[in-house]
């Protein structure tokens, strides 16, 4: 999310003499891409891995004092939320080993005949949806994965600093299995140069190989170096960090089998960030008018290397053109009825003047921007709906914790903040609408609906954030203020969610 906002943003080199010129001519660009609203999928995994306590020390996740069985969840479309809520919670545990396990497969890519085509996967982020996935959700490979973050980390607090040391570490160990532990390749079909070359389990079984690990921890030509760092900056004995290796070799193993699924996951993510209008869960822009007189002008714009003058007179044609079809889309009906009326034609030239005066030409080639810290300081007001449903497994209203929605965004917006100083433009939530007595159209009848609001459009059966009527009860204050829609399921939707499109 933060990195959409900080680009809409980052299209503002114009030198405003002060705040309010500033506020006016943000508000000219947004109306120039014809933004009418926003929506930000906000994942609710973000909500589920956050907290007060969350830490400061651990830095990835929210870690119990105690580890808790593991729960295979069969059904996420109707399960209760506060088991949805552990689910999320294991998917981000498991997850938050995946720069550890990136150090181990990375060590091992380089043995001859080894590609590194699982390396690209092994990120906190992937990991997490891949686990996430229906198919996946009741794995052994995901209670492997539970278990052994538990076994990296163990309770809480976990000294911060040991997160480098356990990379670096396990990057070292591995090296050393890689060239003294035989190895066994494994294909995948279909991909022949995806083979990997893996620690050979059948020669050297989980205690035999935790036994040689060990030896050479304790010999100081060896990875003696290693012990040190383990043990003085993470306080873990030599024998469990030993025993870490198989299991480690074990779940990079069951990882790279499941490759296609995995570049599946990764694939999303790709279209998600760099093709967004490609995407599935937001096909229906493409078929917009307004959203391909958006395309036109863009295009125009940068094709074309003329005066400001010239791109503002073809702009307003685009832009004049996109209202004339947008209107008559919308009234088709009532044109049909109004045909000869002359005044309902006065009405449809008057609502295009009204956005002509907001079209600007993007700067010239030649316009060099000034630095943003030499500008006045922007501040964007944002306002977060948390959707809500009914849970009838247990008679509540899910998602569990949605009543700690507010610390769980102020968290969210510290990090946007740090991540947008470099701007001079920063964000504050002016309000969070996250209960159902004070916001009863919040509230959508079950899971399902809640699942599939971001992609539907017939609020019949519940709410549709692309029904504008529903969407319309719900915006508050724009567009002085970014709306931001949190519901559905990363994992449960056909594309990924959590970043900015833009619906007329």
């Known amino acids: 999310m933060a990195?959409?906002?900080?680009?809409?943003?980052?299209?503002?080199?114009?030198?405003?003499?002060?705040?309010?010129?500033?506020?006016?001519?943000?508000?000219?660009?947004?109306?120039?891409?014809?933004?009418?609203?926003?929506?930000?999928?906000?994942?609710?995994?973000?909500?589920?891995?956050?907290?007060?306590?969350?830490?400061?020390?651990?830095?990835?996740?929210?870690?119990?004092?105690?580890?808790?069985?593991?729960?295979?969840?069969?059904?996420p479309i109707h399960e209760s939320s506060e088991n949805i809520q552990q689910f999320n919670e294991q998917a981000s545990n498991a997850s938050a080993i995946a720069y550890h396990l990136f150090g181990a497969a990375e060590a091992l890519s380089q043995a001859q005949g080894s590609s590194n085509a699982l390396l690209p996967s092994l990120t906190p982020t992937i990991l997490r949806l891949y686990l996430s996935q229906p198919q996946r959700a009741t794995s052994a490979l995901f209670k492997q994965l539970y278990e052994l973050s538990w076994s990296l980390y163990g309770p809480p607090p976990f000294p911060q600093a040991c997160y480098y040391h356990m990379y670096?570490?396990?990057?070292?160990?591995?090296?050393?299995?890689?060239?003294?532990?035989?190895?066994?390749?494994?294909?995948?079909?279909?991909?022949?140069?995806?083979?990997?070359?893996?620690?050979?389990m059948t020669k050297y079984p989980a205690q035999k190989l935790t036994a040689v690990v060990a030896d050479a921890l304790t010999d100081q030509a060896k990875l003696g170096e290693t012990a040190m760092?383990?043990?003085?900056?993470?306080?873990?004995?030599?024998?469990?960090?030993?025993?870490?290796?198989?299991?480690?070799?074990?779940?990079?193993?069951?990882?790279?089998?499941?490759?296609?699924?995995?570049?599946?996951?990764?694939?999303?993510?790709?279209?998600?960030?760099y093709q967004a209008e490609q995407s599935t869960g937001i096909s229906w822009l493409l078929n917009n008018p307004l959203s391909s007189r958006r395309q036109a002008l863009a295009t125009t714009a940068s094709q074309h290397s003329v005066s400001p003058d010239v791109d503002t007179r073809e702009g307003r044609r685009l832009t004049q053109s996109g209202v004339s079809r947008t209107a008559s889309f919308k009234d088709n009906n009532d044109a049909k009825q109004h045909a000869d009326d002359s005044s309902y034609s006065d009405r449809l030239h008057s609502r295009g003047r009204l956005l002509q005066t907001t079209v600007n030409s993007m700067p010239p080639n030649t316009f060099s921007p000034a630095a943003p810290s030499t500008k006045p300081a922007l501040l964007v007001p944002l306002v977060f709906h948390v959707m809500l449903y009914n849970d009838y497994t247990n008679g509540g209203i899910g998602p569990a914790q949605h009543d700690q929605a507010p610390a769980f965004i102020d968290r969210l917006i510290w990090q946007l903040n740090l991540m947008s100083k470099p701007t001079n433009i920063q964000f504050f939530v002016k309000e969070v609408r996250n209960s159902a007595d004070s916001y009863p159209n919040l509230l959508l009848p079950s899971r399902s609906s809640w699942l599939n609001t971001p992609f539907c459009s017939n609020s019949l059966l519940g709410g549709c954030l692309q029904d504008l009527n529903f969407t319309s009860s719900l915006v508050s204050d724009w567009p002085r203020s970014i709306n931001v829609f949190v519901a559905s399921e990363s994992y449960m939707a056909s594309g990924i969610l959590g970043y900015a499109f833009v619906p007329s």
């Open 3 to 75: 990195g959409n906002v900080h680009n809409t943003h980052a299209l503002l080199p114009l030198k405003w003499k002060d705040k309010n010129k500033a506020i006016q001519k943000h508000i000219i660009l947004m109306n120039l891409l014809n933004i009418q609203r926003i929506f930000l999928l906000v994942l609710l995994a973000h909500f589920s891995q956050a907290s007060d306590d969350s830490s400061e020390q651990s830095g990835f996740f929210v870690r119990e004092a105690a580890q808790r069985p593991f729960l295979a969840l069969k059904d």
């Open 168 to 200: 670096i570490s396990l990057r070292s160990t591995f090296s050393w299995v890689r060239d003294n532990i035989v190895l066994k390749l494994q294909e995948v079909p279909g991909q022949p140069l995806a083979s990997a070359m893996w620690p050979d």
């Open 229 to 273: 760092l383990i043990t003085g900056g993470c306080g873990m004995a030599v024998k469990d960090f030993a025993a870490l290796v198989p299991n480690i070799s074990a779940a990079l193993k069951e990882l790279h089998a499941d490759l296609h699924l995995l570049q599946d996951v990764g694939s999303k993510m790709y279209k998600a960030h």
